[in-house]
């Protein structure tokens, strides 16, 4: 079982700066998957990004360059820095993990980021 708490959305004008962070509750953080998805209203849950147990990442091809996920796994955090902003990144941004050779998928409650213009 994981459980995941986000923090660190809210809003933030266009061209800023945000740090999202996901505190995971699991016995070996370092043996999962983490990162990323986001929900914008009226869409489908999409990928932003993910780090891996042996720290490779991947992006969504709107957020490269902009984006940076990393994860502190004596902290069992994982962040995602997110800078030049823009109203498209508005959504809510849900933290997710899969343990190492598990099946199952684990979710955040949720943080809203809005960017307004």
């Known amino acids: 079982q994981v459980q995941l708490v986000e923090s660190g959305g809210g809003l933030v004008q266009a061209g800023g700066s945000l740090r999202l962070s996901c505190a995971a509750s699991v016995t070996i953080f370092s043996s999962i998957t983490t990162g990323w998805y986001r929900q914008a209203p009226g869409k489908r849950r999409g990928l932003v990004a993910t780090i891996s147990s042996g720290g490779s990442t991947n992006y969504a091809d709107s957020v490269k360059g902009r984006f940076t996920i990393s994860r502190d796994n004596a902290e069992k955090t994982v962040y995602l820095q997110m800078n030049s902003l823009n109203p498209e990144d508005t959504a809510v941004y849900y933290c997710?993990?899969?343990?190492?050779?598990?099946?199952?998928?684990?979710w955040g409650q949720g943080t809203q980021v809005t960017v307004s213009s």
């Open positions: 997710y993990a899969r343990p190492d050779g598990s099946i199952f998928d684990y």
